[in-house]
C-alpha cells in the first residue's frame, strides 16, 4: 500500500485533483532532470543539469560518484516534497491523504469521499 497526497485547486470549477506519491522515488533519482522537466519543474531541472555536468568530468573520481550518487538520493527522497511544494506555489491545496495500492485506486477513493461535496 502507498500513501498519496492530494492537492487541489479550489480557484479553479473543475475539480481535477494531483495525486502525489509520498516515499522514495526511483524514476526521479536515476532521471532527475527529465523528470523534473516531465512535471514543470524547470528550476529543479536546471539545477540537476547543472549538477550533472559539473559531476561528470573527463577524469572521474570517488568525489565525482560520491557527488552522482549524492543527487540521486536527494532527488530520490525529496522528490514528493518538490513536488508539493511547486503544487502549493500553482495555488494547490492539500485536501486528503489516502492510502491505496495504486494512483487509480487512490483516485477513485478521493471521488468516493469527495462525493458529497460540492465539485
Not at 480557484?11 to 523534473?36: H, R
Request: hydrophobic fraction near 50%.
Amino acid at each position: 500500500m502507498n500513501i498519496y497526497s492530494v492537492y487541489v485547486n479550489r480557484t479553479e470549477n473543475n475539480k481535477n485533483p494531483i495525486l502525489i506519491p509520498q516515499g522514495f522515488s526511483f524514476i526521479a533519482g536515476v532521471f532527475n532532470a527529465l523528470w523534473a522537466m516531465y512535471h514543470k519543474m524547470w528550476l529543479v531541472a536546471l539545477f540537476a543539469i547543472i549538477i550533472s555536468s559539473l559531476a561528470n568530468p573527463a577524469q572521474p573520481s570517488y568525489i565525482v560518484y560520491g557527488l552522482n550518487v549524492g543527487v540521486l538520493f536527494i532527488f530520490g527522497f525529496f522528490a514528493s516534497d518538490m513536488r508539493e511544494y511547486y503544487a502549493q506555489k500553482k495555488g494547490f491545496e492539500l485536501d486528503d491523504i489516502i492510502l491505496a495500492a495504486s494512483e487509480e485506486e487512490a483516485e477513485v477513493r478521493y471521488y468516493m469521499r469527495s462525493d458529497g461535496d460540492d465539485v
